[in-house]
């Protein structure tokens, strides 16, 4: 049915498609047509309206129903949920068709990336729209009747002269209130204000949606049954019959159509301050809470800045709009950010900072590079000013019990902020300007690991911040000041297994988790495979002598296939500590990196074998393995 009803959209164009609705009489079958169009922009960016089709667009509730509820397109059945078939059937009309634009027909909704564009110039399709349609349901006798009230209040009002300003306006409204409203106190009054809750409880108010619908429209017409009123008198009706209302139903009737003067859309309207303001709002995917408040955001407004992609999953759209609540935009995925979740974007910008900043920091494991390049970014931001950077290092200070020391040096002198990179960790620096003060470094080592491999009888040790720093202090002392001293805030690294992303369970190697390695192995000696095939293929199931053999015939340990994957990756995902031992002391190499830029650091971290690589560099003078891991 779909790929009979829509043909693709031209991207480029703003191309939408628009709904003829045919004349018809009451219970008679809606029948439509559905065409494409485009919406014509000004050099402002502004929706021409003399060269686009009139059309109405209609703002209301999906509902949780099914589609059972039958129309023609084109002349072909089309299924509909229960609300809109009712609002299709009261805005019909007897005398002359009707073009509509509605959501749920107008966009391909099987096409995600269609949906994504769509909803990106959603703000030009209500600006450009002629009218909103506000569909509130088929209400009963009562909310009928006050929106029958309402429109006489509006008309009224309208024949004593032109809306000069809103004081003006309610004015004039208040003094037609009590003969349409009631005095208050009387029982009109208390049937109307009766009504009146009823309407402001419709599930419309709690859609996320209808924030952009009503607050790009021209006008608005609040539609109940066959009764309407415009907008722009409703809005303020519950504040002059002192109905008292929600916060966030407030919120919504302040963005209708109408004099603004005094709302909170005349105010701050970032991204971040309409995510906090409307968090409590509805929608049927869970992205929307963000993509629908784009447009109205003076921020994220700009398509090419920040584009609703629903081929994204959820954590990927959280993840993305922190990047942008943090630093502007979206950055690529070459930078890597904490899990958040939706509840994380109401969070002061400040804490995002700083959980980020840590993240970047202390991160052992997975894309090790992408953490560094978040940490670079954030540190120079920090440095030129766009954060409070004393208030983001002293919480992080706090965090671990050093609080004094950092306020000390942030209090007291000007400073800056410097990086040390290295492959399995980064090391943050506070520098003071002047010479004689402490220098900060905000890293983690490693404290207390236990002897309980039977195969490396070895004394329980501590590794002190002496040690890490005899080994560091030189490199670092050389981005300090002469002297100064360096004194560390973070302490500790937990050596418990980091949780393996899904993505990364099973890896693209070319080993199965459920291939007989017993007859693979067999058909590589008979075919006279390379030798590092077999070396592969013996660490993927563990066979320790025969790794040994291998190596000892000498085969690189850091052979790699073309996915950039050696024996020591495999042997670190598969948790085999007797072959990663036998691999490292052939000079395998973790920092090893695979087209996913993956090392068996990342592997190691998630088996919990990093006590494994510490007690065996403590055994064996290797070097590299100093320069690889950072102590």
């Known amino acids: 049915m779909a790929e009979l009803l829509y043909q693709p959209l031209n991207d480029t164009q703003g191309s939408i498609r628009l709904l003829q609705i045919s004349k018809g009489w009451g219970r008679e079958e809606i029948s439509c047509s559905l065409f494409q169009t485009v919406l014509v922009l000004d050099e402002n960016q502004v929706p021409d309206r003399t060269l686009i089709i009139p059309y109405i667009a209609l703002s209301y509730v999906w509902g949780r129903e099914g589609f059972d509820h039958q129309i023609l397109i084109n002349n072909h059945p089309f299924m509909v949920k229960p609300n809109l078939f009712s609002a299709l059937q009261h805005i019909r009309r007897t005398d002359q068709d009707v073009i509509l634009w509605v959501d749920a027909i107008c966009i391909n909704q099987r096409d995600k990336k269609e949906r994504g564009h769509q909803v990106a110039q959603m703000r030009y399709v209500y600006e450009a729209a002629e009218e909103v349609f506000i569909w509130l349901g088929k209400g ?38 009590p003969k349409e409203l009631g005095s208050p106190g009387s029982p009109l009054r208390s049937e109307r204000s009766r009504s009146l809750g009823k309407l402001l409880k419709n599930k419309w108010f709690e859609r996320v949606w209808i924030l952009q619908e009503i607050a790009r429209a021209k006008t608005a017409k609040i539609i109940c049954g066959n009764s309407s009123c415009p907008a722009r008198t409703f809005s303020f009706i519950p504040h002059l019959m002192d109905v008292q209302v929600d916060e966030h139903v407030q919120s919504v009737l302040d963005i209708m159509p109408r004099i603004r003067e005094g709302t909170w859309w005349s105010s701050t309207r970032n991204l971040h301050h309409l995510i906090r303001e409307f968090s409590g709002s509805q929608a049927s995917m869970n992205r929307d809470k963000v993509y629908a408040l784009l447009s109205m955001s003076e921020d994220a407004h700009d398509s090419k800045r920040f584009f609703p992609c629903y081929e994204k999953d959820d954590s990927r759209v959280w993840r993305d709009t922190v990047s942008f609540l943090i630093f502007g935009e979206i950055l690529s995925q070459d930078y890597s950010f904490p899990e958040f979740a939706f509840s994380d974007l109401r969070r002061p910008v400040i804490e995002l900072v700083e959980q980020t900043l840590e993240w970047a920091v202390t991160g052992l494991g997975f894309h090790q590079g992408s953490l560094q390049k978040t940490a670079e970014i954030l540190v120079r931001r920090l440095n030129e000013g766009d954060f409070k950077k004393h208030e983001v290092l002293e919480s992080l200070a706090r965090k ?232």
């Open 140 to 177: 009963d006798e009562e909310t009928s009747n006050l929106i029958k009230a309402v429109h006489s209040i509006d008309e009224k009002a309208k024949r004593a002269g032109p809306r000069a300003n809103y004081k003006d306006w309610t004015k004039r409204c208040e003094e037609l209130m």
């Open 400 to 631: 671990h019990g050093q609080e004094d020391k950092m306020h000390e040096l942030v209090s007291k002198s000007d400073y800056h902020i410097d990086i040390e990179l290295a492959d399995a960790q980064t090391t943050l620096i506070v520098i003071p300007e002047e010479p004689g003060m402490d220098s900060v470094v905000m890293a983690f080592y490693f404290l207390n690991f236990d002897n309980d491999d039977e195969d490396l009888t070895l004394n329980r040790r501590e590794l002190s911040f002496e040690n890490w720093l005899s080994s560091q202090g030189e490199i670092l002392q050389r981005r300090i000041p002469k002297d100064n001293q360096l004194v560390m805030v973070f302490k500790k690294r937990d050596l418990s297994p980091v949780p393996l992303p899904e993505s990364m369970k099973f890896p693209p190697f070319r080993f199965g988790n459920n291939e007989d390695m017993l007859e693979t192995i067999n058909n590589l000696v008979r075919k006279n495979a390379p030798p590092e095939e077999l070396l592969w293929a013996h660490t993927w199931v563990g066979n320790e002598g025969a790794v040994r053999e291998l190596l000892e015939g000498g085969i690189s340990p850091s052979a790699s296939d073309d996915k950039g994957y050696g024996a020591v990756h495999l042997a670190a995902l598969k948790g085999h500590t007797k072959v990663l031992m036998l691999l490292i002391k052939a000079c395998a190499y973790l920092d090893q990196r695979s087209v996913e830029h993956n090392t068996a650091l990342h592997f190691a971290a998630a088996r919990g074998l990093l006590q494994v690589i510490v007690k065996v560099k403590q055994r064996f003078t290797l070097p590299w393995l100093s320069h690889s891991f950072m102590w």
